[in-house]
Structures are given as structure tokens and as C-alpha cells.
């Protein structure tokens, strides 16, 4: 089955580490996005990326890095900078490379959640 | 700037009624709106996407309507059911930039 696959699902970042999330997806989007999820917030993006070698800060992107070298796949890191890092974080993908603008619907996967010890 | 509001109440019906939720906006003109159903630990699913011309669209049980006007759009479930119970979001595009704003969900419980 197509979809998209987070992991993993639940994850411990101690103080001053970094950690990797991962977001892969067989569903031949060009577009694929990180979403941070907090209690009785909306989902904020994080990261966008439209093609391959190529991504954009969404609205809260301090604290955080990817990559996208390859079409299926979006790895998020979590450095350090990140004072605040406890929450859900959702990774989705839409078709063609204007995604947002052609109101393709997102897809997402089924998060990480990620905790300080 | 512009801001998406849903009830953040939860919103308790009994099974077989007919459950409507509120999006509204401010300060923004989108092109289209969608709607999300996301249950617990999981993420959203997309419901349905409504145009800013078109006044109503229906799927199954489920109805959107879009209000330019008013700034607002309802979800309605009819005949609703215990496994309708989630948290249901909003979603709209940003003008001018590649970026989507969600609502932060109203939750729904159905009681049998």
C-alpha cells in the first residue's frame, strides 16, 4: 500500500543532542512537509520542500535542519538550538511540485513523538 | 495577518443527530479550503476540499459548505456515529506564499 512512513514513533532527545526523524514516502510525490503539532495549537510547518535538492523555511523552522536527497524521502533533525522540542511532529506529502497551490490534499503519516529526558 | 478560529470546545452529540463544526477566517481570500478528520496519535486524513465557488459539496454522510461572505465554512456529519468521534481540522492556503494554515481542530465525540 502507498503511503507514508514516519519513524519512529515515539523518540527521547537528551539535552544537547541531536536527533533525526525520519518521513519516507512511496506515494511519487514531489512535495513533502514537516508539522510540528502541540496541544490546542493548529499544526505549524517546520520545513517544505517542493523537489529534490531543494527546500524552504516554513514559520517556525529555528532549531531545525533537513535534507532531501532523494524524491521519497524528508529526514527532520532536531539540534540542539531547539530549546522546546517535546511535541508531535507529523510528516505529509502532496502531489506535483506546486502542491499548494493546486490544492492537491496532503497526506500525512502517523507522527513522532518526540520527549526531552 | 491572517487567522483561522475553530471552536475549541468539544463537542458532544448523541449518535444519530446530525454534528456541524465551524471553521471561520479573517483577513484572508483562499482560493479553496479543506477539511481533516485526525484521531488520537495518528495523523489527519484528508475529508474533502470545497472551492471558493462552489457554495456546497457532499461526500457520503458529509457536507461542506463555504461561506466567502461570512469568512466561514461548516462541516456537517448527518446520522452520526460513535466512530465518528475524532478531532476534525480546517485548512486553508496562504496567499502569496506555499504555506497552509490549519485550525486547531474541534473535537467530536459521538454518544451512543
Known amino acids: 500500500d502507498g503511503g507514508i512512513t514516519q519513524s519512529p514513533k515515539y523518540l527521547f532527545r537528551k539535552e544537547g543532542q541531536n536527533v533525526t526523524l525520519s518521513c519516507e514516502q512511496n506515494?511519487?510525490?514531489?512535495?513533502m512537509y514537516w508539522y510540528r503539532q502541540d496541544p490546542g495549537q493548529g499544526l505549524r510547518l517546520i520545513y517544505y520542500s517542493q523537489i529534490v535538492n531543494d527546500f524552504q523555511k516554513g514559520d517556525i523552522a529555528e532549531g531545525y535542519s533537513v535534507s532531501r536527497e532523494k524524491k521519497e524521502s524528508f529526514p527532520l533533525t532536531v539540534t540542539s538550538a531547539q530549546k522546546n522540542p517535546t511535541a508531535f511532529y507529523l510528516c505529509?506529502?502532496?502531489?506535483?511540485?506546486?502542491?499548494?497551490?493546486?490544492?492537491?490534499?496532503?497526506?500525512f503519516g502517523d507522527g513522532t513523538r518526540l520527549s526531552i529526558l | 495577518s491572517q487567522k483561522i478560529e475553530q471552536n475549541s470546545e468539544a463537542l458532544n452529540i448523541q449518535e444519530g443527530k446530525t454534528a456541524t463544526l465551524t471553521c471561520n477566517y479573517t483577513?484572508?481570500?483562499?482560493?479553496?479550503l479543506q477539511w481533516y478528520r485526525q484521531d488520537p496519535g495518528r495523523g489527519p486524513v484528508f475529508l474533502l476540499l470545497i472551492r471558493e465557488n462552489e457554495k456546497e459539496k457532499r461526500k457520503e454522510r458529509l457536507k461542506v459548505t463555504f461561506d466567502t461572505t461570512l469568512k466561514q465554512s461548516l462541516f456537517h456529519i448527518t446520522a452520526s456515529q460513535p466512530a465518528d468521534s475524532a478531532t476534525y481540522l480546517c485548512?486553508?492556503?496562504?496567499?502569496?506564499?506555499?504555506?497552509?494554515?490549519f485550525g486547531t481542530g474541534t473535537r467530536l465525540k459521538v454518544l451512543a
Open positions: 506515494l511519487n510525490h514531489d512535495a
Open positions: 483577513n484572508y481570500s483562499p482560493a479553496y
Open positions: 505529509a506529502s502532496s502531489s506535483s511540485g506546486t502542491g499548494l497551490r493546486s490544492n492537491q490534499p496532503q497526506h
Open positions: 485548512a486553508l492556503p496562504t496567499s502569496g506564499t506555499y504555506k497552509y494554515i
